[in-house]
């Protein structure tokens, strides 16, 4: 049973924008941290970003300023808006729920390339 889903990937140039979303279907989504995590090829799973579940947000250093996380915990999504793409940015986007349980989503795939 799939419990997260995430979506708005693509293919972007270096400077334009994306929003990824992740659809929880889950119960209890208030109790859970929410995080973005991504891993390009050869690379280990990195955090992107959190929004822990009393809202505290902390972001990967390569991405301050330029990510911010949100969530609509009536849709029960969290977002991440992505400003400024650069090519190191090209990753899979994984979404994760940290609570009672964990949860991981399939992936998004990000690309910026010129």
């Known amino acids: 049973q799939v419990q997260l889903v995430e979506s708005g990937g693509g293919l972007v140039h270096p400077g334009e924008s994306l929003r990824l979303s992740c659809v929880a279907s889950?119960?209890?989504?208030?109790?859970?941290?929410m995080g973005w995590y991504r891993q390009a090829p050869g690379n280990e799973r990195e955090l992107v970003a959190l929004?822990?579940?009393?809202?505290?947000?902390n972001y990967g250093d390569s991405v301050k300023g330029r990510f911010t996380i949100s969530k609509d915990s009536a849709k029960k999504t969290v977002y991440l808006q992505m400003n400024n793409l650069k090519s190191e940015d090209t990753a899979v986007y994984f979404c994760n729920a940290d609570g009672p349980k964990n949860y991981w989503g399939q992936g998004t795939q990000v690309t910026v390339s010129a």
């Open positions: 929004l822990t579940n009393i809202g505290i947000t």
């Open positions: 889950f119960n209890f989504f208030g109790l859970y941290s």
